[in-house]
């Protein structure tokens, strides 16, 4: 192993009351997958930052940034205000009351931009609390991109109201959208997109970029034009600029043809030799295991938080749990208790599973469920 895959070598739970960190989520902090030479989000990661180093203008790399962060920078900073979702613990893994694992790289934006860079790409593996499907991992990866415009193209401090009527403002989006559109072709060819628009505390106005993918409009970034107010927090009440984020594994799953988002933390050589080339080329399965699926019921307490019980099937079935779903609902007329019945299917993406070990970790979960959630097993 790599440095750059050596997960897991670092201490993250604690008995500190907010702390809701597993050992699952401890041992994917370090992998840094982004750094993994060949892995396709180091492609992916390559190939965004050369189409920026194109561009003539120099953007700095920061892809090494540690991913335990303040509350104050993920959030405060931001301006996402106390109470939004964002926050909740039911969402974000917390060290502590005001420590996390980072949600967004928009958490280094502001730190970086006190510092006095001016225009960078930012890096990192970030966390979420979240569901379980192909397409869903507690931990991915994000590219954050910053510009600051030239003092000499801003008018003198105007009120926010002005600034967004501004001629500047809307040259500033301009310059973001040809931007980003010009990395979405770089990467994709020529690729039906459309913008949407969006909202987020600390850019305005906001965007989120679409691409037409297999039937199908696909969010791929989202980004705006700098808040006034993010830019006064970080002492730049006389600049202006724009933000991006994307994510990843999103456009490497597209570019790839990687069906399964578990396939990037895999150390199966079948997996991680078929990117030596450096280049993007097309994943070719191999076999594709058998799945099972096991389903448990259960009446759920009124403080019921689904991604709590995602979080026990990853700490009782890691990786092999692909995908678990809600397949029925519905609430005792008499006694008013909600019923629940989720459908756990089970395949790893190395080998067959035996019955056993399904039925051992369907075992645990349906022991640990109860005394952890407060369900009744039905
Ligand atoms: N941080 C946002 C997200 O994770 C994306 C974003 C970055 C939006 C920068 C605007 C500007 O969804």
């Known amino acids: 192993t790599t440095s750059a895959s050596a997960g897991g070598t670092r201490t993250l739970i604690s008995d500190d009351p907010s702390n809701n960190v597993t050992p699952y989520i401890e041992k994917l902090v370090g992998r840094n997958l982004h750094l993994i030479p060949n892995h396709p989000l180091f492609i992916i990661k390559r190939k965004i930052e050369g189409y920026f180093a194109e561009l003539g203008i120099s953007f700095e790399i920061f892809d090494s940034l540690d991913p335990v962060v303040t509350c104050t920078a993920c959030f405060d900073d931001l301006n996402i205000p106390p109470g939004h979702p964002a926050r909740k613990p039911s969402d974000t893994y917390y060290l502590s009351e005001g420590t996390l694992l980072r949600t967004h790289t928009s958490a280094h934006q502001s730190e970086l931009m006190r510092r006095g860079h001016e225009r960078f790409l930012c890096t990192g593996d970030v966390y979420r609390r979240d569901e379980i499907d192909a397409s869903h991992y507690p931990a991915f990866h994000q590219m954050e991109g910053v510009r600051l415009m030239d003092v000499a ?45 969006a909202y987020f505390p600390f850019t305005e106005p906001s965007l989120e970029l679409e691409i037409f993918f297999q039937g199908d409009w696909l969010e791929v970034l989202g980004c705006g034009v700098i808040h006034s107010e993010v830019l006064a927090k970080c002492g730049l009440e006389h600049r202006h600029g724009w933000a991006f984020g994307l994510g990843l594994e999103r456009l490497a799953m597209i570019l790839f043809s990687i069906p399964d988002i578990r396939l990037f933390w895999t150390e199966d ?5 078929q990117f030596a080339s450096g280049e993007v080329v097309k994943f070719q399965p191999y076999s594709k295991y058998p799945e099972c699926y ?11 938080e689904e991604n709590d019980f995602m979080e026990l099937c990853r700490e009782c079935g890691g990786d092999l749990m692909e995908n678990v779903k809600m397949i029925d609902e519905f609430t005792n007329p008499k006694s008013g208790k909600r019923s629940l019945c989720y459908r756990i299917v089970y395949r790893s993406m190395d080998r067959s599973l035996t019955n056993e070990e399904v039925d051992e970790i369907q075992f645990q979960l349906r022991e640990k469920v109860g005394p952890k959630l407060g369900v009744e097993l039905r």
């Open 269 to 273: 050589t079948r997996f991680t030799s």
């Open 153 to 197: 193209d801003m008018p003198a401090q105007l009120s926010r109201d002005e600034w967004l009527a501004s001629d500047a403002c809307a040259r500033t989006a301009a310059e973001l959208k040809g931007t980003l559109e010009g990395l979405v072709d770089a990467l994709f060819g020529p690729v039906e997109k459309r913008w949407v628009e």
């Open 294 to 304: 096991k389903d448990v019921a259960f009446f759920v307490p009124e403080t019921w």
